[in-house]
């Protein structure tokens, strides 16, 4: 590994920090090198706050050093006037000659202008260091930029003879397939997503609350499709305080044809830049229909069923699987 890998790798390493809190901004990682020597380290703040290579020139003690120093950022800084000033502006002013990237932004407002502007003021500007590692961490930001929808996750959990949900059950609350601890992962991701999706018959069945109470973090904005209003805002959980609520009725979209694409349409004008798709069966299954999902996450757990609602069909290439206790965890993206 090359000393500019090296340090992009602490990029992405930091860059993480971010996760949940920047959407619908990049969660980028920068850190500043003199001498090959780490002298200050910054990743995005939440969203309205400082880009990474703020934090990082920042923190930097020694604002002299910066002169004769490199700074490294997983994508490419901005040229434009958002929420903040344009990052490379403040590299330009601060006089720090090189600087070296991760990868382009495909954002048509920065696009190659960030590193153009660098390199007309003089700055020894790389680009492509561990590319594919940056693109792979920045994805929620690129398939909104350049698929013009969310990155869209889809999850359940399946009994093991794979089932989502039994024939018929006797109260309007969930039936747990996974146990305790994999409860708390799906808390945990719902912090690190901007929404989550749910058909009308999930709500129906389980008056979910949709929020990430086991887990430190945000809450998802909550998705409901509701395609004849049967549901009410005072009957669910999924219309409290605790978040906002979104419904996806006849009024805005037309249920007769590409149902998962305007959805997404809908989620793209309203700035959502990730959803997990959380059910039921027939919403999970029309998105993986239409060919709209990224990844999958998928329980199966130890309970049977013998008989119920059937869990959805689909293929995707494995990536992970993992044991949580008693159940087991596979992870799939659309190839």
Known sequence: MSHHETYIKRCLEIAKNGLGSTRPNP????????????ISEGYTSAYGGNHAEVNAIKNA???????????????????????????????????????????????????????????????????GVLENECKKHHKRFFTFHNKKRPYIIL???????GFIAPESKNERKPVWITNVFSRQLVHKWRTEEQAILVGTNTVLQDNPSLTARDWTGENPVRVVIDKTHKLSNNNYSIFND??????????????????????????????????????????????????????????????????????????????????????????????
Request: glycine fraction near 6%.
């Open 242 to 335: 605790a978040a906002e609520t979104i419904t996806i009725s006849q009024n805005n979209i037309d249920f007769s044809k590409h149902l998962a694409q305007q959805i997404c349409e809908v989620l793209f004008k309203k700035n959502i830049n990730s959803v997990i798709i959380e059910g039921g069966a027939k919403t999970l299954q029309t998105f993986i229909d239409e060919n709209l999902w990224d990844e999958a996450r998928v329980f199966t757990g130890s309970i049977k069923f013998e008989k119920g609602i059937k869990a959805p069909k689909f293929s995707g290439q494995l990536i992970s699987e993992k044991n949580i206790m008693t159940d087991y965890l596979k992870t799939y993206t659309n190839d």
């Open 61 to 127: 003690k020694d604002k002299s050093l910066l002169k004769e120093a490199t700074i490294y950022v997983t994508l490419e800084p901005c040229a434009h006037f958002g929420k903040t000033p344009p990052c490379s502006d403040l590299i330009i002013k601060h006089q720090i000659p090189n600087v070296v990237i991760g990868c382009m932004d495909d954002n048509l407002q920065v696009a190659g202008k960030g590193i153009e502007k660098l390199k007309n003021a003089g700055c020894n500007v790389i680009v």
């Open 155 to 161: 999850k359940w959990a399946e009994s093991s003879d």
């Open 27 to 38: 969660m980028v990682g920068s850190v500043v090198v003199h001498n090959n020597i780490i």
